[in-house]
Every structure is written in C-alpha cells, then in structure tokens.
C-alpha cells in the first residue's frame, strides 16, 4: 500500500512538469492543487456509483438467501446506500493531506467540510436502523401494532441530531459544552422574543419531513374558518384559498398543535366516498304477501333475488310446518329487506361505482326519526361537482322508488301539516 510520501510524489509530477515549462512556482502549485481535487472528486463520484451499486445489490442478495426479514427492513431503509458513502469519504479524507500539502488553511477547511459530512452521515445511518427496528417490530411482533414505536424514534432523533449539531457547531467554533451552558442565559432571551418565529420554523420543518401538507392539498379546518387548497406554506402562515375564492391565513404551527383534514389520501385513492342514509318510517315496514311479492317480481333488477329467496322460504316454511295463516309465523319476507337488496342491486349496477372498494347497504340503529339505510360506496370520479351528481343520481332514483315497495319516509311534520290535522279536527 502506498505511503503518504509515494503519494506526495506522484501529486508532485504535475506541477514539476509545469514548472520545466516555465510556469511559476505559484501558479504551478495553484494549477496542480486544482487538477488534482477535480481529478479526485471525478474518480470518487464514479468510485462512489460504482460502490454504492455493488454493496446495495450485494445485500439484497443476502437478504433474500437470508431466512430473517431484520435485513429486508434494512435494504428498505437505505442502510446499505449510506453504508456505501462512507468508503469514498475515507479515501477522500486520506487524500486531502496530500492534495492541499501547500494550502494549510484550505486544507483545514476540506477536514471540516469532511467531518461535517461524516457526522451528517452517521445521523442518517442511525435514522436507518431506527427506521428498520420500528418497522421490523410492527411487522412481525403482535404486540408492538399499536404502540407508538414512531414517537420514541422521533425523541431519538432528536437527541441524534442534537448531539450532531454540537459537533458541528464545536467543530467550527470551538465552543466547549461549557461555552453553550454559559451561552444560555442570552439563548433563554432570543427564545422569548423569537419565540413565534421559532415555533414557526420547527413547524415548518415537521410539516416538510413528515409530509403533512404539501402545496396544492385540500384541507379543512374548522378552527381557522378554512376549506380550500393550499396554496402557500411558509415559516410564519400557511395560506388557504377557500372554494368560495376567499382566503384564510394559519399560523404554521397550528397545523402541528391543532387537528385539520387533509383530504389528500382521498384524491390519490382510487376512488371518493359516497356514506348517506334514507330515514324510513317505521310503521310502513310490513311483511308481504304472495300477492305483493308477484308485483314485486316486475322489478327486473330484484326479480331473481326474490324468486330464489322465496324458494328457501317456502322450503323452510315446510319443513317446519309454520301456520301461514299469519305472516309473522315462519320465515317472510319484508319490504324493507327486498329495498336493500333493490338498492344494492342500484350501485352494481351504476358504471360510476367502483366496485373494487367496500360497497354496502345496511341498517342502523332506529331512531326518533325513522330507520336509517345508509349507502355506503366509492364514487370513480373524485372531482367534487362530479362526485355530487354522481351521489345526487343515486339517491334521486332510490327516493322515487321508495313507494314501489311499499316503504314511506319519515318526515317531521311542518306547520302546514298540523294547521291541516287542526282543520279535520275541527
């Protein structure tokens, strides 16, 4: 292996050869010092591509002959990537004696730079292996679902980059731990008087790492009057241009302390939501008779579904010898089920459904007001004056076939419906 000497020589060449060609002794050094730190940064950079392919292909084919997934989490994070760094800057940080042999102070300022970004690296390959243990643990370990593994990681990272900071600024400074303690009597004064300014900027920070909200999002937040998209995120505002072309200011750090909608994962999902419900009235849900269940078969879309459920009906009817004389003896068929089945029957049926996502009509709880159905199904178009005459179709047609089955709405009654009851009562 080449010593420092052996490499001082062959730097030298350049600049001797410049020299015998009358070059000044200045000007040679300059022109050779430079030469040589872009020969070796090309060198590096490609010595860098070259290695970072070689150990990331090489750990992926050990993590797939390898039996545990702790390496698979550890390809996922970008370990071995940064783990390849490393090897260019060691070289390089070997190099910078001999490069800048004549340039003291720059070669000073080459180590610093250096080291910064050594310290920067090891931060970056301690987020990694954070990165993989969190993961690693959700994925195979039951009992770690639902903790938050992310809030630890992140109070680990902070100390990381609290201490990577120290270093930093002691590498450039000089100051000691003693120094920044002595420092904190003046630091607790600026934290006061840029306390706004500060919040903002740690806000505006968070928001950007953890992707919260991006430019061109459409939030709603309740607090602050706004519903729109963004349309500026800077250190002290986001700014919000609400749908009806007004616009209202957040304070940054609002959207860390306080809970807003984003509405985002629903315009990058496949499709949009569609959740309303039709209250029908209690008293009007029946059982049906043979009669009403033949006038029922004239809806195409339900024909089949009533034919087949009336055949296990009258088998089961039979087998347990259930008195018909009543309805409620045995099993029946109601009114309100064959709606559900007929609205159900709707939305396979409507091309602007996605029929990949949940799709449903259920019951829920009664109430003072009637039964709720509720519609519950995903919507294609995800614009919103599309996906309202979209939901607006569906539940127009579902109103007006209502009195087919023999169903009614529930409705609280108005003045003119109690002036009238007067009326009769009179």
């Not at 702790?70 to 990537?81: H, K, Q």
């Not at 496949?270 to 209690?282: D, E, L, M, V, Y």
């Not at 009114?335 to 007929?342: A, D, Q």
């Not at 995903?378 to 087919?404: C, G, R, V």
Request: neutral net charge.
């Amino acid at each position: 292996m080449m010593d420092y000497k052996t490499l001082t020589t062959y730097a030298e060449w350049f600049e001797f050869f410049l020299r015998d060609q009358g070059v000044s002794n200045y000007w040679a050094s300059v022109i050779n010092t430079f030469l040589l730190l872009v020969t070796v940064l090309i060198v590096l950079i490609i010595l860098d591509i070259i290695i970072r392919k070689v150990v990331v292909q090489g750990f992926k084919a050990f993590s797939n002959k390898s039996k545990t997934t702790f390496d698979d989490f550890l390809a996922a994070s970008n370990f071995p990537r940064y783990i390849a760094h490393t090897i260019p800057l060691a070289i390089l940080w070997s190099v910078i004696p001999v490069i800048f042999r004549d340039y003291p102070t720059i070669q000073k300022a080459f180590d610093i730079l250096v080291i910064g970004y050594l310290v920067i690296l090891c931060i970056l390959i301690y987020r990694s292996i954070l990165r993989t243990i969190t993961n690693y643990l959700r994925e195979t370990n039951e009992k770690f679902a639902d903790k938050p593994l992310e809030s630890y990681q992140q109070v680990m990272m902070i100390f990381a980059w609290a201490t990577g900071i120290f270093f930093l600024v002691h590498l450039l400074t000089g100051y000691t731990l003693q120094s920044v303690a002595t420092f904190g009597a003046l630091s607790a004064v600026i934290l006061l008087i840029f306390k706004d300014t500060l919040l903002g900027f740690v806000a505006s920070i968070q928001i950007s790492v953890n992707d919260i909200v991006r430019i061109g999002d459409w939030i709603t937040f309740s607090k602050f009057g706004a519903d729109g998209y963004v349309t500026e995120i800077n250190l002290a505002t986001v700014r919000v241009q609400n749908f009806d072309n007004t616009y209202t200011t957040i304070p940054t750090y609002s959207l860390i302390s306080d809970s807003f909608q984003n509405w985002r994962g629903m315009q990058e999902s496949p499709g949009r939501r569609i959740k309303r419900s039709i209250f029908i009235k209690q008293t009007s849900i029946k059982f049906l008779t043979p009669e009403e269940l033949e006038e029922l078969k004239k809806i195409q879309l339900i024909k089949p579904y009533i034919e087949h459920r009336e055949k296990d009906v009258m088998s089961y009817n039979k087998k347990t010898e259930a008195d018909k004389s009543l309805l409620i003896n045995g099993r029946n068929q109601t009114n309100l089920g064959i709606f559900r089945k007929y609205a159900d029957a709707i939305l396979h049926e409507n091309p602007a459904i996605n029929k990949n996502l949940f799709l449903m009509v259920r019951h829920l709880a009664p109430t003072d007001k009637g039964i709720p159905i509720e519609i519950f199904c995903f919507s294609y178009d995800k614009t919103w004056e599309n996906y309202e005459h979209i939901q607006a179709d569906i539940f127009d047609h579902l109103l007006a076939s209502i009195p087919y089955f023999g169903l009614e709405i529930h409705e609280s009654p108005t003045g003119k419906d109690i002036s009238q009851i007067s009326i009769k009562a009179e």
